[in-house]
């Protein structure tokens, strides 16, 4: 009875553990401007996102995006300025983890009517890839809509963010060692310096200096990072010596000689 209590414990444990962040759909202010007329409306979604409870550095990550507009905070299509096929492109900030800061998604919306409400797709997925491990926040970002992600006709920026809901966000480190940013281990060999974009090492170019090992056979070590070549001291000595014979038989030749009497 108690192994059955146990393996049931643990079945309703674990699909907990694992299960994306949720919360209520909460609403959401933005401030739309059109790029065209630089005409602003105020608008309102409900949204809600699906955050992973855990994710993996180097592995792609995804963020569900559920949004609808509220009755009567549509978005305007402008009388000009969104012709063709547009797509919606819905953003997530991300807080507290170093390198991850955002989570991108896009979503066709077709053709709009100039002056109609926009309808836009009940949902999308945000991807990024996070390079480091750390523990963050996810929250309901930006929305555009564009015929690319660099041609926005109208831009929706979140009116009151600090009012946003945060959804906690865990990234951990590659359990294969595979990790982007790895830079390898503290105790790294001596001379080389590591790439913080993890692109290899070079060997270090730091110079050293000379050890005693390197002076050449009957050198002089200077002790200032030179060497000064063959020792001149013995020769110097002889040089000495034959100077001071040579002074000496100088004086004597030099020396008056005494006078001697006759008788």
């Known amino acids: 009875m108690r192994v059955r209590l146990a393996v049931l414990a643990a079945a309703t444990i674990l699909p907990c553990a694992v299960a994306p962040a949720h919360a209520a759909a909460a609403t959401v202010v933005y401030v739309c401007t059109t790029a065209a007329t630089n005409e602003t409306q105020e608008v309102s979604l409900d949204v809600e996102l699906t955050v992973p409870a855990q994710a993996t550095t180097g592995q792609q990550l995804t963020i569900g995006w559920s949004g609808v507009f509220i009755t009567g905070k549509e978005l305007t299509a402008p009388a000009t300025g969104m012709e063709g096929e547009l797509n919606m492109y819905v953003y997530a900030g991300i807080s507290g983890i170093d390198g991850l800061t955002s989570a991108t998604g896009v979503a066709d919306i077709g053709t709009v009517i ?150």
Do not use: W
């Open 114 to 263: 100039p002056g109609e409400p926009v309808a836009i797709p009940a949902t999308a997925s945000m991807t990024t890839t996070p390079r480091n491990p750390g523990t963050g926040n996810v929250h309901a970002g930006a929305i555009n809509f564009g015929l690319t992600p660099q041609d926005v006709l109208v831009e929706c920026e979140v009116k009151d963010k600090g009012a946003l809901t945060e959804y906690p966000l865990t990234v951990t480190g590659s359990a294969t060692g595979s990790d982007p940013t790895d830079t390898g281990t503290p105790e790294a060999d001596a001379g080389t310096t590591e790439d913080p974009d993890g692109a290899g090492s070079e060997p270090d170019n730091t110079a050293t200096s000379t050890s005693p090992a390197d002076t050449p056979s009957g050198g002089v070590d200077t002790g200032a990072g030179g060497l000064a070549g063959p020792d001149g001291r013995p020769l110097m000595l002889t040089g000495l010596v034959i100077t001071l014979a040579a002074v000496i038989g100088l004086r004597l030749r030099l020396r008056p000689r005494g006078s001697h009497t006759r008788t």
